[in-house]
T-cell receptor, first 109, second 115 residues
Framework: QQPVQSPQAVILREGEDAVINCSSS?????VHWYRQKHGEAPVFLMI?????EQKGHDKISASFNEKKQQSSLYLTASQLSYSGTYFC??????????FGKGTRLSVIA | DSGVTQTPKHLITATGQRVTLRCSPR?????VYWYQQSLDQGLQFLIQ???????AKGNILERFSAQQFPDLHSELNLSSLELGDSALYFC??????????????FGPGTRLTVT
């Protein structure tokens, strides 16, 4: 089942913060976050696993609420390079990733 | 550069035709995933191969098929093409047979245009 991302789109000025949410109605084993710039391939950002383990970039932070099956991606002090579409992918254990529809982030000067 | 290669980069063909998209995974990765991304849409999982064997199947049409060869490269075959098949097709690779705890590395994609 496809996770739901919110917001669908957000516009920030440089230096502002944003939170992107991803929620599922099913129990999850892991949540993956990817960023895709227009016309390019998605790039891995972070994995959050059931039990609290995280893997990813030092400058990206995220959380995973196992009880609520929700994950949030925190973008602080945004830079122009943060612009793109952010996808969460959820995985229920030995199953393929199911990606959400994405959140389009635009950072303006 | 993710280390995943895809060819061709662009493909324009007519309805009813058949095309083959090729993907070479990162060195050491045994899993290959295929995704379809239509305009302003998310990534739709099509199929996964692990070490030559089909591992999982998603929303893949019967007109589409794939395989992974002994050297681990993979091909996605699309036949009887329709206008609606126009999309970006990505492959991704991973070390793991499942998604659990392992990131996927995406290739640059093949943009297919069916006219």
């Amino acid at each position: 089942q496809q996770p739901v991302q919110s917001p669908q789109a957000v516009i920030l000025r440089e230096g502002e913060d944003a939170v992107i949410n991803c929620s599922s109605s099913k129990a999850l084993y892991s949540v993956h976050w990817y960023r895709q710039k227009h016309g390019e391939a998605p790039v891995f950002l972070m994995i959050l696993l059931k039990g609290g383990e995280q893997k990813g970039h030092d400058k990206i932070s995220a959380s995973f609420n196992e009880k609520k099956q929700q994950s949030s991606l925190y973008l602080t002090a945004s830079q122009l390079s943060y612009s793109g579409t952010y996808f969460c992918g959820t995985e229920r254990g030995n199953t393929p990733l199911v990606f959400g529809k994405g959140t389009r982030l635009s950072v303006i000067a | 550069d993710s280390g995943v290669t895809q060819t061709p980069k662009h493909l324009i063909t007519a309805t009813g035709q058949r095309v083959t998209l090729r993907c070479s995974p990162r060195s050491g990765d045994l899993s290959v995933y295929w995704y379809q991304q239509s305009l302003d849409q998310g990534l739709q999982f099509l199929i996964q191969y692990y070490n030559g064997e089909e591992r999982a199947k998603g929303n893949i049409l019967e007109r589409f098929s794939a395989q992974q060869f002994p050297d681990l490269h993979s091909e996605l075959n699309l036949s009887s093409l329709e206008l609606g098949d126009s999309a970006l097709y990505f492959c991704a690779s991973s070390v793991s047979p499942s998604g659990s705890g392992y990131e996927q590395y995406f290739g640059p994609g093949t943009r297919l245009t069916v006219t």
